[in-house]
């Protein structure tokens, strides 16, 4: 659902909206908030930080459209504007594009073609949220970006606008490389960071070719959510794909010592929160996912063994039909209650 601010000193334009666009309120295909001034729609879009587009007037009390439009970019960097104005003569279109306006429609409004404007600079709003959303998640940015620029994405207008906390269904994985922690014990440092990166290499390029992407690397073991379309079986399908890499991998020796890679791995799906956790005093805030979901994942992936792709009963009755699993048992999970049914995932 797209969410506009209209900003209008005519409270008629908030009646034609609301029955122009009946069906698509209804669908919740859009939803509308109103302003009368820009002084009121900045406070709006501080209320509401999750905005897609601005329709303003520009000829309007208390603060008119083209003051709000240098005010937009400090109250929101990701919001559009789309001047709906009588004012069509080219100094003002001029002057409305000249500070950051996505569009101008002229009045009386063609409400045709204010829809067709408006989806057009939605699409490109969520281009841009989508974009921004993938840079923030791949900490490895952080390896070769200056750091003015992470500063300015850490800035909290900045992360306010750009990332919206939400729930949603998706697949989370939690994959450990068994054994290696004996490894490390006898090894020089430099070897064991060259080792561990290759293996997360091996493991990264599988969760990405199933459109999956690394939420965190914790120590020897790697979380990946999958969202969207098919997540679960995205998710299984990376598991298997990360175990037939590992499998037909050569052994690793290193300083006389002999390691055969193998992982266990855990895989839940359900609702999980997504959002901007950790500490904003220290700066240090990561997009991730939490809840029940998510912890449980990570419970399966504790009692799974070498070589075992650990799921619940409940996630075994989603994907019986796509992959053979086998029953394992009862297993206490920490934090709950009861015993959890679990099954291995064969193929």
């Known amino acids: 659902m797209a969410k506009i601010l209209v900003v209008d000193d005519e409270t008629d334009l908030e009646f034609l909206v609301k029955q122009k666009f009946r069906r698509k309120i209804r669908e919740n295909v859009y939803e509308f908030v109103f302003a009368q001034n820009g002084a009121e729609a900045l406070e709006k879009l501080e209320q509401h930080p999750d905005f897609d587009i601005v329709l303003s007037d520009i000829n309007m009390p208390v603060m ?44 009386p409004v063609d409400f045709e073609d204010l829809d067709v404007t408006m989806e057009k600079t939605i699409s490109h709003v969520r281009q841009l949220q989508e974009t921004f959303r993938a840079i923030r998640e791949n900490n490895i940015l952080k390896m070769y970006v200056d750091e003015t620029v992470l500063n300015f994405m850490a800035h909290k207008e900045f992360e306010s606008s750009l990332l919206r906390n939400e729930t949603l269904e998706a697949s989370v994985m939690f994959i450990d490389i068994c054994g290696f922690t004996a490894i490390t014990e006898n090894v020089p ?18 969760i990405i070719a199933l459109g999956g992407h690394v939420d965190k690397f914790m120590g020897d073991a790697v979380m990946a959510v999958f969202r969207g379309d098919y997540h679960l079986d995205r998710a299984i399908d990376a598991a298997l794909a990360v175990k037939g890499q590992l499998a037909s991998a050569e ?24 959002g901007n956790i950790g500490s904003a005093s220290l700066k240090r805030l990561d997009y991730t996912v939490i809840g029940d979901s998510v912890n449980l994942a990570q419970r399966l992936q504790s009692v799974a063994k070498a070589g075992q792709i650990i799921i619940t009963e409940e996630v075994y009755q989603k994907a019986k039909e796509s992959f053979s699993c086998e029953k394992i048992g009862e297993v206490n999970l920490k934090n709950k209650a009861k015993p959890v049914t679990i099954y291995q995932v064969i193929a």
Do not use: W
Request: hydrophobic share 45%.
């Open 251 to 274: 052994e690793i020796t290193a300083d006389g010592r002999t390691f055969r890679p193998e992982i266990s791995v855990g895989i839940n799906c359900g609702e999980m929160i997504s």
């Open 189 to 206: 440092a430099n070897t064991v960071v060259n080792l561990i990166n290759n293996l997360f290499d091996k493991i990264v390029k599988e």
């Open 64 to 107: 008119d459209g083209l003051t709000l439009l240098n005010r937009l970019a400090e109250a929101n960097p990701m919001v559009k504007a789309i001047i709906v104005s009588a004012y069509g003569d080219m100094e003002n279109i001029r002057t409305a594009m000249n500070r950051g306006a996505f569009d101008f429609v002229c009045k």
